[in-house]
């Protein structure tokens, strides 16, 4: 069992920066990614990378995230820059092996973009 810790979250204006780390208690697994959710919607993807070095955003956050991972400290982060208030919800940090059949997500961290 891999606990997934999240921190960084907080209150900032348009065109600021944050930055969320999630921290694993175990090894980090093979695919690590953000998600959001804000009120009123569905859970969706932010960004994922592997332990390889391969990353994935969703198209509303290109160019203003960025993902990363320090393997030694099983941590990942992601980098917000150029916020948004549409960026305003609760980020979550999940952790997954479809291969090994596990599926781990954090506590969720709040962040809110004020115009």
């Known amino acids: 069992q891999v606990q997934l810790v999240e921190s960084g979250g907080g209150l900032v204006q348009a065109g600021g920066s944050l930055r969320l780390s999630c921290a694993a208690s175990?090894?980090?697994?093979?695919?690590m990614g953000w998600y959001r959710q804000a009120p009123g919607k569905q859970r969706e993807l932010v960004a994922t990378?592997?332990?390889?070095?391969?990353?994935v955003y969703a198209d509303s956050v290109k160019g203003r995230f960025t993902v990363s991972r320090d393997n030694p400290k099983n941590t990942v982060y992601l980098q917000m820059n150029s916020l948004k208030p549409e960026d305003t919800a609760v980020y979550y940090c999940?952790?997954?092996?479809?291969?090994?059949?596990?599926?781990?997500w954090g506590q969720g961290t709040q962040v809110t973009v004020s115009s």
């Open positions: 175990g090894n980090m697994p093979s695919l």
């Open positions: 990378a592997t332990s390889g070095g391969s990353t």
């Open positions: 999940r952790g997954w092996s479809v291969h090994l059949g596990y599926d781990y």
